[in-house]
């Protein structure tokens, strides 16, 4: 069976700060992945996908980047947190053979304080 | 522009009440809708539906999709407190990227 791990669950930077959060996905190969945003009163907000390493796609301008490294790893990033890049950060996988349904990981709560 | 609208926003019920979630949507190029469950964390996956009129049911749970009006409900019978949740409507379109436009979800808590 498939399996999506992300991590950190938690953590609190300080503005400026830089930002890493990683994604693996078990049990499938050449899934898509995505990247959303949840923040409070605000429906989930897709900020990259990709259909294969090193092919991401931006879905809104910010100042966080994605990299896909290997098939099965996705990695967020940021130089330089902002204030407003508080939230919580969902990884996700889908198979192109499904069409649109996709899984979610764990998640991470950033802070930038 | 495209758009997922979930009513109500929040919903108060008691153990053993049904409920009915509501979904909207004016999505261009549509593929599916979906619903999922999110309780403190990741959203799980409930259903797909991509064809008008048929029903998907799993225990308690039960959603069909109105693809000419442009909604789908999702219904909950005898609830339970374990029912207690953010439900997510999505809907997807484009290509194989699988992309999804989410509602704002509606917040269900049912009391004991």
């Known amino acids: 069976s498939q399996t999506i791990h992300q991590w950190p669950a938690t953590l609190v930077q300080p503005v400026g700060s830089p930002l890493s959060l990683e994604c693996t996905v078990e049990g499938t190969s050449n899934p898509n992945l995505y990247w959303y945003r949840q923040a409070a009163g605000r429906g989930l907000q897709l900020l990259f996908y990709?259909?294969?390493?090193?092919?991401i796609s931006s879905e809104v301008p910010q100042n966080l980047s994605a990299s896909r490294p290997q098939d099965r790893q996705f990695i967020l990033s940021s130089k330089k947190l902002l204030l407003s890049d508080s939230g919580f950060y969902l990884c996700?996988?889908?198979?192109?053979?499904?069409?649109?349904?996709?899984?979610f990981g764990e998640g991470s709560w950033l802070t930038v304080v | 522009e495209d758009k997922v609208v979930q009513s109500p926003l929040s919903l108060v019920v008691h153990e053993g009440d049904t409920v009915t979630l509501n979904c909207s949507y004016e999505?261009?190029?549509?593929?599916?809708l979906l619903w999922y469950k999110q309780e403190k964390k990741a959203p799980t996956f409930l259903f797909m539906l991509t064809s008008s009129g048929i029903e998907k049911k799993s225990g308690r749970l039960s959603s069909i999709l109105d693809k000419k009006e442009l909604f789908s409900i999702l219904n909950i019978t005898a609830t339970q407190t374990g029912d207690s949740a953010i439900y997510l409507c999505a809907v997807g379109y484009g290509g194989s990227q699988g992309n999804l436009i989410f509602g704002k979800g509606t917040k269900l808590s049912v009391k004991p």
């Open positions: 996700a996988w889908g198979r192109q053979s499904s069409g649109n349904t996709i899984y």
């Open positions: 990709s259909v294969g390493i090193g092919q």
């Open positions: 999505v261009t190029n549509f593929r599916s």
